[in-house]
């Protein structure tokens, strides 16, 4: 993928550890949230979303905490492994528009 | 898994060239999406199409830029005279519904020299 040049923030963890990328966003009038994967070569890929009438929501092995207070998304992944080492970017979209708007990303490594 | 399917994969053109970049979504997907990511940067919303017509677009999508679903399958990014600015990563997306589940395709790399 693109995140080659990208001065992103980066995380790194100890493979079984968990892991917590945090993303602010940046319009109150969001109310649908997205989490995505990117892998180096590859596309965004999904990995969980919210909306804004709630505040965490529990897929496999990941989950995703809201505060609209504060205007912050978290993303937990736990037992992290190798496989998980990629770019994390969260993705808003603004209420009556059909637009993602994409954070700057972090990088996750996992190291064993 | 369904997939979104990107050719070609990497283009190479010359400044002023025409391209076309081709996308096949989801097939029950009912809205379609170009995005792109300049290297640096984030990726960037271009414009949405949704029952044969543009339903919303960015300020990047000027006038060189164009979209066309030719087919009930192929939905496409054309670019008229390539600038060397628009060298970066385009990626495809598709939803079944508005503002859920978006699915991006591997993207297409373009380069142009």
């Known amino acids: 993928g693109e995140s080659v040049g990208l001065h992103l923030p980066t995380l790194s963890v100890q493979e079984g550890d968990n892991s917590i990328i945090n993303c602010a966003y940046s319009?109150?009038?969001?109310?649908?949230f997205i989490w995505y994967k990117q892998e180096s070569g590859k596309g965004p890929q999904f990995i969980i979303d919210i909306r804004s009438n709630m505040d965490k929501r529990q897929g496999q092995r990941v989950t995703v905490l809201l505060n609209k207070t504060v205007k912050h998304l978290s993303l937990q992944i736990a037992a992290t492994q190798p496989g998980d080492s990629a770019v994390y970017f969260c993705?808003?979209?603004?209420?009556?528009?059909?637009?993602?708007?994409f954070g700057t990303g972090t990088r996750l490594q996992v190291f064993p | 898994e369904p997939e979104v399917t990107q050719t070609p994969s990497h283009q190479v053109t010359q400044m002023g060239q025409e391209v076309i970049l081709r996308c096949v979504p989801i097939s029950n997907h009912l809205y379609f999406y170009w995005y792109r990511q300049i290297l640096g940067q984030k990726v960037e919303f271009l414009v949405s199409f949704y029952n044969n017509e543009i339903s919303e677009k960015s300020e990047i999508f000027d006038d060189q830029f164009s979209v066309e679903r030719p087919d009930g399958s192929n939905f496409t990014l054309k670019i008229r005279s390539t600038k060397l600015e628009d060298s970066a990563m385009y990626f495809c997306?598709?939803?079944?519904?508005?503002?859920?589940?978006?699915?991006f395709g591997s993207g297409t790399r373009l380069t142009v020299v």
């Open positions: 319009n109150s009038a969001s109310d649908y």
């Open positions: 997306a598709s939803t079944p519904v508005v503002t859920y589940g978006y699915t």
């Open positions: 993705a808003e979209n603004i209420d009556n528009t059909d637009k993602l708007i």
